[in-house]
C-alpha cells in the first residue's frame, strides 16, 4: 500500500493533484530557512555535548543532563515513564498525587506527571519507593546520530537540498579478498557483474562493492523483499522519484494525521541507502532494488524527539507488520523502558537494527556503543572505512555486532542525491542484508537472521571478534550463500570463540560429546549474568544444559539450565575467563540451537557500604594538598558518599571526572553545619567541578550518577578529586591605616595578604641613624600588581614602587635618614591564596661604611677614614673581613707612612704595567725599600697579603730595624721564619700582639680589618716619633 498525501490517498483528482503542488512548492519555499534555523540548534547542541554549557539553548536544542525533579533540564521533557510490577494492581488512584496521562498497552508503560502543587521531587521519591513500582524513569530526549564533519561527532541534522557531489571511488577489493575467516574467489568489476542495475550514480556507490551487495545482484535478482521495514526517522521524502514506489503507509507521531514528510533530510537518506529503487534507470541504487519501506516519523526537523515516542514508533511498527526496524537514533543513557521495548520486539520476532553512534574520535575512549543499538537483542552497527578497515570515528564497545559502510552515496531532500557519512548510514546496509536473508529463508527467527550476518561478516580488525566491528564487515553476498554455522569449531579451550561481555550470541549443541567453549574479556573487576535460551524447535522442553566458568586464578562457577532456568550471576576479574557448555547428560543426542545473552555490572568499590549519608566512608584528613577516590556505581541507583576533615581555612576543589560517556556525574557538597551546594553543570562524560569556600569542620561529599533518578549500573569508573587550596589570614591586621602600622624589625619576614578589595597594609621602620634600608617584597601571585609606597617621618611620600607584569618581587635598596618611615602596600585585585613576604634589612652608615657598625675594628676603621686614609670598596662597603691585597696595602702603606714623596723607582714586573691603579705606589714603595717582587719577575699585585707580609711592609715603612732573636716571641712562629726578625721587632715595638695562646699565625691571610688596626697603631707610632 503506497502513502497517501492530502487526505492519506491518492486519487485522480487534477484539481487536488495541483493543490498538492503548490503544498509542495510552498514546503520547499521555506527549506532554507529551517535549515538555517536547524544549523543554529544543532551548533547549540554540539556546544553542550562537548562538556560545556550551552551559549543560546534553542528549541529542542541539548544541555546538560540532569534528572533530579525538580531540574529544569532540556535533555527530558519533564514527564516519566512508569511500569507496574508484574501482578502488581495498577489502579492508577494507588499513586498519591500522579496524572496518568496515557498507557501503553504493549508494554504496561504509563506516562505520568506530578499532580499540580507537587512537590516533584518529593513525589518522585515516593514512586521510586512503592513497592509494586518497577521503575519510574524520566522521559529523555533522543537524536539523531548523523555525522559531523566539523568536530568529529555527532548533531542534530538538518534540511538538505539537492546536490550531487562527486565522491571518490574506493579500492576495497583487496580488503574482501583478505578475510581472515572467509575467503572468495576475486570479485569482477562492477561492469562485468550479472545483474548490475543501469542506475546513473552507481559509479558513486563504491560502498555496494564494500559490503559485498554487487556480487550478491545474481544471487538474489532483482534485489527484493516483500518484508516491511520501518525506518524510524524524520520521515521520508514521499515524492522522492527513487523512493516513492518503494514506500507504504507510514505513521508520523509529530503531527498525527499527517503524512511522515521529512523535513529534515536524514530518513530521505538512510531511506536511500536501504532501498532506493534500482534498475530504473535514475539516480542511485539501494542495497535493496524493490521493498516496503515504512517511513515512521518520529523526529522533527531539528532531529530530536523523546524516549516515549521512539518507543510508540517502534511498537506501531511492529504492530503494523514491520519486519525490521532501523533506527538511527541514539543516546548514552540506559533506560529500562527501551529495554522493554527493545523485548517486545523480540518478542514478535522483529529485528531491530541500529547504528552505534559516531563519537569515537571526539570522545575518544569514553564512546561507547549507544541505546537502543546497546540492548543485547539489537542489532548495533558501527562503521566501516572505503578501503574496508574500522573506522575509528565510530563507537566502540562489547555490544558492537557488525560493521557496514561509513561512507555512502544516498538520495536527498528534493530529489536529489548526496554524500552521507556515519553509523546511521551503514545500518541500513544491514537491515536491507537482513531482508534479504530473510526473503530467501523465512523460516529463520531474528534471531538466526542476526547471527547469520554475524557469521558471514568478513574480519577486518582486531583478528575474531573485536569492540570496533564486532564480528567484521558485512557482507551481503556471503550472507546469501553461507549456510548456518553456529561458531564451530569451538570444542576447547584453544578454540574458544569470544563471547561478548554485553551482547546476545547464537549457537547449537550437537549431542551429548559437542562441548561450546567461549572466551571472555571483562573490561573491569564486576559481576556477568548469563541467560541462556534453548529453542528445540516444535518440543517444548530440551535437556538439561551445564554450564561452567573457569576463572584464571583456578576457580570456578557453575549452574545447570533446563527451559525457562533464568539468568545467573557470576563474579568476574579483570581480564580473561572461559565458559563451557555442554549437555548435562554426556550420552544425549539431541541438536540444541540456542542463544546466550550477556550482561555486565562493575563490583562495588573499596569504599563500600557507603550508600547512605550515615554511611559515608571517612577519607584522611585534608590540612593541604590532595586526595584522590576511584570508585565505581555497581548497582541500580547507586550513590557513594565520602567525609573529609578539613583542617585549614582555604578553598577546596574539586572534580569528579569519569571514564565513559554512559555516566552523567553529579556532586553534592554538604558541611556539618550549612548549606549543601550541588553540583551538576555538564552532560554526560563531562567533568564537573567545584570550587568552594571552607573553614575547618567535616564535610559530606555524596557523588552519583545523574543521569536518571535510579541510574543503571555503568561499566566504568569515577574519580574524585579533592585539593584544598589554602587561604590565608593576615597576622598583621588591623593595619590598613598608618597610625595601625605594624612595627618591622630589621631581618624579620613579615607575610600577609590582600583578602578584600582596597585592602591596604602600612608598616613602620624605625632608624636610629642615617642607614642604608634594603626593602624586599615577594611571593606575589604573577597576576596581581602589588604597589609599594614609601613615605619619611613627615609623612612625606619618598618613591612608589611596582611589581612588573609577570614578577612576583619587589627589591629596593635607599639611603634614610634617622627617624619614623612608613610602608604602605596595596593590590590591584585581592588574594588570599598565597602569603606575600616583606623583609627590611637596615645597614647603619659608621664613618661612611654600612658595613661595619659593631665589628671589633670600627673604631680603627673611622679613624682612618677621618684621616682620609681609607674610602672602602664602593656602594658603600668596606668589607673588614675580606683580603688585601698586595696593591691595596702598599697603596695604603705609601698613602699613610710616607714613601709618596719619594722618587719613583725603575721597575720591570712581568705581571704590571703603567695602566694598573697601584702602579705608582708601588713604584715609590719598591723605592723606598718597603716591598719588593716575587720569584720569576712577578709582583702579584692581586695576590692576598699575609700577617707575615703585612709585618715586614709596615717595619719598612716605619723604618724598623729587624730583631733576631735566639727564641720566638710567638708559639707558632721558628725562629727560622722568613719574617721572624721583623715580627719580633714589631712586637718589641708594640704593634703587634697575636692572638689568645701565644699566636701569630704568619702565613694566614689578614684582613682588611686586621690590616686597618694595623696600619692605624703604625701611624700612630710614626706620630709618637
Not at 1 to 20: V, Y
Not at 268 to 286: C, S
Not at 669 to 680: M, S, Y
Not at 883 to 903: D, H, K, N
Amino acid at each position: 500500500m503506497r502513502i497517501m498525501k492530502g487526505n492519506g490517498w491518492r486519487t485522480g483528482n487534477h484539481k487536488e493533484a495541483g493543490a498538492r503542488t503548490d503544498r509542495r512548492q510552498q514546503r520547499r519555499s521555506i527549506a532554507v530557512p529551517a535549515a538555517m534555523l536547524a544549523c543554529v540548534l544543532a551548533a547549540g547542541s554540539l556546544l553542550g555535548e562537548m562538556g560545556g554549557p550551552l551559549a543560546t539553548i534553542g528549541a529542542s536544542a541539548p544541555s546538560n543532563m540532569q534528572f533530579s525533579a525538580d531540574a529544569a533540564d532540556v535533555w527530558t521533557t519533564g514527564s516519566w515513564l512508569l511500569k507496574w510490577r508484574e501482578g502488581a494492581e495498577t489502579d492508577p488512584a494507588r499513586l498519591l498525587g500522579t496524572v496518568v496521562l496515557s498507557r501503553q498497552p504493549e508494554t504496561g508503560v504509563d506516562l505520568v506527571v506530578p499532580a499540580d502543587g507537587e512537590d516533584r521531587q518529593r513525589w518522585l521519591d515516593r514512586l521510586t519507593a512503592h513497592p509494586d513500582v518497577e521503575y519510574v524513569h524520566p522521559v529523555g530526549k533522543v537524536k539523531l546520530l548523523a555525522f559531523s564533519a566539523d568536530n568529529g561527532g555527532e548533531q542534530a541534522d538538518m534540511t538538505s537540498t539537492a546536490s550531487t557531489p562527486a565522491v571518490a571511488a574506493t579500492e576495497a577489493e583487496a580488503a574482501l579478498q583478505s578475510s581472515a575467516n572467509t575467503q572468495s574467489p576475486a570479485a569482477p568489476a562492477a561492469a562485468d557483474l550479472p545483474g548490475k542495475p543501469d542506475d546513473p550514480h552507481l559509479d558513486r556507490q563504491s560502498y555496494l562493492k564494500l559490503i559485498g551487495a554487487d556480487r550478491a545482484w545474481a544471487l538474489a535478482p532483482g534485489m527484493a523483499t516483500d518484508l516491511t521495514i520501518a525506518v524510524v526517522d524524520t520521515g521520508v521524502d514521499l515524492d522522492h522519484p527513487d523512493l516513492k514506489d518503494n514506500l507504504v503507509q507510514g505513521i508520523n507521531l509529530i503531527a498525527p494525521g499527517k503524512p511522515p514528510e521529512d523535513d529534515n533530510g536524514h530518513g530521505t537518506r538512510v531511506a536511500g541507502v536501504l532501498a532506493a529503487i534500482g534498475n530504473n534507470g535514475i539516480g542511485t541504487a539501494g542495497v535493496l532494488w524493490k521493498a516496503k519501506i515504512m517511513p515512521v516519523k518520529a523526529l522533527d526537523e531539528t532531529g530530536f524527539g523523546d524516549e516515549k515516542m521512539l518507543g510508540e514508533a517502534i511498537v506501531k511498527a511492529v504492530d503494523a507488520g514491520a519486519k525490521i526496524v532501523v533506527l538511527s537514533v541514539g543516546l548514552y543513557r540506559y533506560s529500562p523502558y527501551m529495554q522493554d521495548i527493545a523485548l517486545y520486539a523480540e518478542k514478535n520476532d522483529v529485528l531491530l537494527v541500529a547504528a552505534s553512534g559516531n563519537d569515537g574520535l571526539q570522545h575518544g575512549r569514553k564512546a561507547v556503543v549507544k541505546y537502543p543499538a546497546a540492548y543485547p537483542t539489537v542489532m548495533a552497527v558501527s562503521g566501516a572505512a572505503a578501503d574496508g578497515s574500522p573506522e575509528r570515528r565510530a563507537n566502540a564497545g562489547p555490544e558492537n555486532d557488525i560493521a557496514a559502510a561509513w561512507e555512502v552515496y544516498t538520495t536527498a531532500l528534493g530529489g536529489g542525491y548526496r554524500k552521507e557519512e556515519g553509523t546511521s548510514m551503514a545500518a541500513p546496509q544491514v537491515a536491507a542484508a537482513a531482508a534479504l536473508v530473510w526473503t530467501k529463508e523465512p523460516h529463520l527467527k531474528a534471531w538466526q537472521v542476526r547471527e547469520r550476518l554475524m557469521q558471514t561478516a568478513q574480519d577486518i580488525g582486531a583478528p575474531g571478534r573485536d569492540d570496533q566491528t564486532g564480528a567484521g564487515l558485512l557482507r551481503v553476498d556471503l550472507a546469501l550463500k553461507a549456510a548456518a554455522n553456529p561458531r564451530e569449531p569451538n570444542n576447547t579451550r584453544q578454540e574458544a570463540a569470544a563471547l561478548p561481555v554485553v551482547n546476545q550470541i547464537a549457537g547449537a549443541l550437537s549431542g551429548g560429546s559437542d562441548v561450546d567453549w567461549f572466551k571472555i574479556d571483562a573490561p573491569h573487576d564486576g559481576w556477568m549474568t548469563f541467560a541462556f535460551e534453548g529453542h528445540p524447535g516444535e518440543k517444548k522442553a530440551y535437556p538439561a544444559v551445564s554450564a561452567v566458568l573457569h576463572r584464571k586464578d583456578g576457580t570456578s562457577a557453575s549452574a545447570e539450565w533446563r527451559v525457562d532456568a533464568g539468568q545467573v550471576e557470576w563474579p568476574v576479574k579483570r581480564g580473561v575467563q572461559w565458559l563451557e557448555l555442554k549437555f548435562k547428560n554426556s550420552e544425549e543426542t539431541a541438536v540444541l540451537p540456542y542463544t546466550l545473552t550477556t550482561g555486565f555490572r562493575m563490583a562495588e568499590d573499596e569504599y563500600e557500604p557507603n550508600d547512605a549519608q550515615a554511611f559515608a566512608h571517612q577519607l584522611k584528613n585534608l590540612t593541604d594538598g590532595q586526595l584522590k577516590v576511584t570508585g565505581t556505581f555497581h548497582q541500580q541507583g547507586d550513590q557513594d558518599w565520602y567525609a573529609v576533615t578539613i583542617g585549614q581555612t582555604g578553598d577546596l576543589k574539586l572534580s569528579l571526572a569519569v571514564d565513559t560517556m554512559r555516566i552523567d556525574p553529579s556532586l553534592l557538597i554538604k558541611p556539618e553545619r550549612g548549606t549543601e551546594q550541588r553540583v551538576d553543570d555538564y552532560g554526560e562524560g563531562a567533568t564537573e567541578r567545584a570550587n568552594i569556600p571552607v573553614t575547618p569542620g567535616r564535610y559530606l561529599i555524596r557523588v552519583r550518577d545523574a543521569s536518571s533518578a535510579s541510574a543503571h549500573s555503568a561499566a566504568g569508573t569515577y574519580t574524585l578529586t579533592l585539593e584544598l587550596e589554602r587561604r590565608h589570614e593576615d597576622p598583621n591586621e588591623p593595619n590598613d591605616r598608618i597610625y595601625a602600622a605594624t612595627p618591622l624589625a630589621p631581618d624579620t619576614e613579615y607575610r600577609g595578604v590582600f583578602a578584600v578589595q582596597g585592602d591596604e597594609d602600612w608598616f613602620r621602620l624605625k632608624l636610629d641613624s642615617r642607614s642604608i634600608v634594603t626593602v624586599t617584597l615577594d611571593g606575589v601571585p604573577a597576576d596581581r600588581r602589588v604597589r609599594m609606597e614609601v613615605y619619611d617621618k613627615r609623612q612625606q611620600l619618598l618613591e612608589t614602587v611596582e611589581t612588573a607584569p609577570e614578577t612576583a618581587s619587589i627589591r629596593i635598596e635607599r639611603e634614610y635618614d634617622e627617624g619614623s618611615h612608613y610602608i604602605r602596600l596595596t593590590s590591584d585585585r585581592p588574594f588570599d591564596r598565597s602569603l606575600y613576604r616583606l623583609r627590611v634589612n637596615v645597614e647603619p652608615l659608621v664613618g661612611g661604611f654600612r658595613d661595619i657598625a659593631g665589628h671589633w675594628a670600627e673604631d680603627s676603621i673611622v679613624k682612618l677614614n677621618a684621616l682620609g686614609l681609607v674610602s672602602g670598596t664602593g656602594d658603600r662597603r668596606f668589607e673588614p673581613d675580606r683580603g688585601i691585597s698586595r696593591a691595596e696595602a702598599t697603596a695604603l702603606l705609601v698613602r699613610a707612612l710616607g714613601g709618596s714623596g719619594t722618587p719613583a723607582a725603575t721597575i720591570a714586573y712581568r705581571d704590571l704595567d703603567e695602566s694598573h691603579w697601584a702602579y705608582k705606589a708601588i713604584q715609590q714603595a719598591t723605592a723606598a725599600g718597603i716591598v719588593n717582587g716575587l720569584p720569576g719577575g712577578r709582583f702579584g699585585p692581586s695576590n692576598p697579603v699575609s700577617r707575615a707580609e703585612a709585618a715586614v711592609m709596615i717595619g719598612r715603612a716605619l723604618g724598623l730595624a729587624p730583631l733576631n732573636r735566639a727564641s720566638a716571641p710567638f708559639n707558632d712562629l721558628s725562629p727560622n721564619h722568613w719574617a721572624a726578625s721583623m715580627i719580633n721587632r714589631l712586637k718589641e715595638e708594640g704593634l703587634l700582639s697575636g692572638y689568645p695562646g701565644g699566636f701569630v699565625r704568619p702565613d694566614e691571610r689578614i684582613s682588611r680589618a686586621e690590616f686597618s688596626v694595623f696600619l692605624l697603631r703604625a701611624v700612630e707610632k710614626r706620630r709618637l716619633n
